[in-house]
């Protein structure tokens, strides 16, 4: 059998499977069926088509214009990185080496010294910042990189977990700690409102475990979000480095005392893991579901166009051209296909709003707007609004789908999130996959080894100690609050 006929084709979907019959069957289905990505003929990895970038453009930009507004500046920096740079930071490479790939070889030339292809760009950033800082008043350094990475992963899943993924990763340095604390909690915070107030996916925010916390990390803050499946997923991760990086990497900088210190650095980032959430979270049996803010079409125009009926079609081109010039994000769907499928092809996409306009809308000057975040049938579903007025209708109606999608989906956490006070129970919802489970933890890696062990779960992130009392897991003197779960 030839190589070519090895490759492992992207499955042709002809029906989306029940999402709660199981969630990982669904999510494929509507991965390839809505066109975001298909299958590379490289093992792990994913071509995202065109509507699939649409989303990660989203994304990008709402990420992009918050950076730039704290302050931040964008730039590149290389993929290849010799071995010598990356084992000089010796905490940072045991816990990438088994997910670093290698070039061995250059052409026909065996290269004297392998050069790791980038999971995470800390050490060539740290060793041009080494270049780049002599004083104190070359500091802080505030830069985010859009780049691709890679990570040797065993089993991958479309946006969840790839070998090549896409991303951002924020790297700062600083004078002093108290700056770099500043930053890391500044970037967490972008990355929850960009969570909540864009994707309409709720997170719970709060630091990591040390068995969880960032190769080479002094801590490691995250968001998390959960599944319906009762898996949570890390949405982004902000970490405080200390001056680890900088002492493996020689960042030094003239302090105003002319004491030559050690400069404190930081790093961030948020993938297309994001996408992969806010599909789950909020997909349905139709398929996508894409909160306003993030769909690349707001609204989709569908003629219903009968023999002889050409006004309607100059009406829908009419009306697509005042919701463009209104700043709208509009397509009009003029495809030689029945209506019907045309109704189910765009629901299946999650564009927020589909227009339909055929002969007896235009005679009674009106068009019909069908929101994608409503059951059929559903009170509010559908609206018959005077054409003259659609441009004007969208926005407010786009605002309370955002709001309608963000508040479903704050229900179905809150309901799942279980304050747990028993052993037994605790463990059973564990194992069970019931949702965040709640628990006063005593923060050692040896409870949370034993919890992982017993349920696959463990913690997602920790917050303050409300009441003192023992660990739930293991009865030794509680000193956080931890959300356990098992994990994509």
Same mark, same amino acid.
Request: aromatic letters at 8%.
């Given at each position: 059998?030839?190589?070519?006929?090895?490759?492992?084709?992207?499955?042709?979907?002809?029906?989306?499977?029940?999402?709660?019959?199981?969630?990982?069957?669904?999510?494929?289905?509507?991965?390839?069926?809505?066109?975001?990505?298909?299958?590379?003929?490289?093992?792990?990895?994913?071509?995202?088509?065109?509507?699939?970038?649409?989303?990660?453009?989203?994304?990008?930009?709402?990420?992009?214009?918050?950076?730039?507004?704290?302050?931040?500046?964008?730039?590149?920096?290389?993929?290849?990185?010799?071995?010598?740079?990356?084992?000089?930071?010796?905490?940072?490479?045991?816990?990438?080496?088994?997910?670093?790939?290698?070039?061995?070889?250059?052409?026909?030339?065996?290269?004297?010294?392998?050069?790791?292809?980038?999971?995470?760009?800390?050490?060539?950033?740290?060793?041009?910042?080494?270049?780049?800082?002599?004083?104190?008043?070359?500091?802080?350094?505030?830069?985010?990189?859009?780049?691709?990475?890679?990570?040797?992963?065993?089993?991958?899943?479309?946006?969840?977990?790839?070998?090549?993924?896409?991303?951002?990763?924020?790297?700062?340095?600083?004078?002093?700690?108290?700056?770099?604390?500043?930053?890391?909690?500044?970037?967490?915070?972008?990355?929850?409102?960009?969570?909540?107030?864009?994707?309409?996916?709720?997170?719970?925010?709060?630091?990591?475990?040390?068995?969880?916390?960032?190769?080479?990390?002094?801590?490691?803050?995250?968001?998390?979000?959960?599944?319906?499946?009762?898996?949570?997923?890390?949405?982004?991760?902000?970490?405080?480095?200390?001056?680890?990086?900088?002492?493996?990497?020689?960042?030094?900088?003239?302090?105003?005392?002319?004491?030559?210190?050690?400069?404190?650095?930081?790093?961030?980032?948020?993938?297309?893991?994001?996408?992969?959430?806010?599909?789950?979270?909020?997909?349905?049996?139709?398929?996508?579901?894409?909160?306003?803010?993030?769909?690349?079409?707001?609204?989709?125009?569908?003629?219903?166009?009968?023999?002889?009926?050409?006004?309607?079609?100059? &009406? @829908?081109?009419? $009306?697509?051209? +005042?919701? %463009?010039? =209104?700043? /709208? !994000?509009?397509?009009?769907?003029?495809?030689?296909?029945?209506?019907?499928?045309?109704?189910?092809?765009?629901?299946?996409?999650?564009?927020?709003?589909?227009?339909?306009?055929?002969?007896?809308?235009?005679?009674?000057?009106?068009?019909?707007?069908?929101?994608?975040?409503?059951?059929?049938?559903?009170?509010?579903?559908?609206?018959?609004?005077?054409?003259?007025?659609?441009?004007?209708?969208?926005?407010?109606?786009?605002?309370?789908?955002?709001?309608?999608?963000?508040?479903?989906?704050?229900?179905?956490? &809150? @309901?799942?999130? $279980?304050?747990? +006070?028993? %052993?037994? =129970?605790? /463990? !059973?919802?564990?194992?069970?996959?019931?949702?965040?489970?709640?628990?006063?933890?005593?923060?050692?890696?040896?409870?949370?080894?034993?919890?992982?062990?017993?349920?696959?779960?463990?913690?997602?992130?920790?917050?303050?100690?409300?009441?003192?009392?023992?660990?739930?897991?293991?009865?030794?003197?509680?000193?956080?609050?931890?959300?356990?779960?098992?994990?994509?």
């Amino acid at each position: 059998m030839s190589d070519s006929a090895q490759l492992e084709k992207t499955p042709f979907v002809k029906e989306i499977p029940p999402k709660a019959n199981d969630l990982s069957e669904w999510y494929q289905a509507v991965c390839y069926k809505a066109e975001l990505v298909s299958l590379a003929p490289v093992r792990g990895c994913v071509v995202l088509r065109p509507y699939g970038y649409g989303l990660w453009e989203r994304l990008q930009g709402a990420l992009d214009t918050r950076f730039k507004a704290t302050g931040h500046e964008n730039a590149y920096f290389p993929l290849l990185i010799p071995e010598h740079l990356l084992t000089r930071e010796s905490e940072h490479v045991e816990g990438f080496a088994p997910e670093v790939a290698w070039v061995t070889q250059g052409g026909n030339e065996k290269l004297a010294e392998r050069l790791a292809i980038r999971p995470t760009s800390e050490v060539i950033v740290g060793v041009m910042y080494a270049e780049w800082v002599h004083s104190y008043r070359d500091l802080p350094i505030l830069i985010n990189q859009w780049a691709n990475v890679m990570r040797w992963e065993k089993r991958t899943r479309p946006f969840l977990r790839t070998l090549e993924f896409l991303w951002q990763e924020g790297h700062t340095a600083h004078a002093n700690e108290t700056e770099a604390r500043e930053e890391v909690a500044r970037m967490l915070e972008v990355y929850r409102e960009v969570a909540e107030d864009v994707a309409a996916v709720p997170v719970y925010t709060g630091e990591k475990s040390s068995s969880e916390r960032f190769a080479g990390a002094t801590h490691t803050y995250s968001i998390e979000a959960l599944m319906p499946d009762g898996r949570a997923l890390q949405a982004a991760t902000s970490h405080e480095l200390g001056q680890n990086f900088s002492k493996a990497y020689d960042i030094t900088f003239a302090a105003e005392d002319q004491t030559v210190q050690h400069a404190w650095t930081t790093s961030w980032g948020m993938s297309w893991r994001m996408l992969g959430a806010l599909i789950m979270v909020h997909g349905d049996d139709r398929g996508l579901r894409i909160p306003p803010k993030m769909a690349p079409t707001e609204a989709v125009i569908v003629p219903i166009v009968r023999a002889g009926s050409d006004d309607v079609t100059r &009406a @829908a081109r009419e $009306l697509h051209a +005042t919701l %463009r010039a =209104a700043g /709208l !994000r509009v397509k009009i769907d003029e495809r030689d296909l029945r209506p019907g499928n045309k109704f189910a092809d765009w629901e299946m996409r999650g564009v927020p709003i589909r227009i339909e306009l055929g002969q007896k809308d235009l005679e009674a000057g009106t068009a019909t707007l069908v929101r994608r975040d409503k059951e059929k049938g559903e009170d509010g579903g559908k609206l018959a609004v005077p054409i003259a007025e659609v441009a004007t209708r969208i926005p407010p109606l786009l605002d309370d789908i955002q709001a309608n999608l963000l508040a479903q989906a704050r229900t179905f956490l &809150a @309901a799942h999130t $279980l304050r747990e +006070t028993g %052993r037994d =129970a605790f /463990l !059973r919802r564990c194992k069970e996959r019931d949702g965040m489970i709640d628990i006063a933890w005593c923060g050692l890696p040896a409870c949370e080894a034993d919890v992982k062990a017993q349920t696959s779960a463990t913690t997602r992130n920790t917050r303050a100690l409300d009441a003192a009392g023992p660990c739930v897991a293991c009865g030794e003197p509680a000193t956080v609050r931890a959300y356990f779960a098992q994990s994509y």
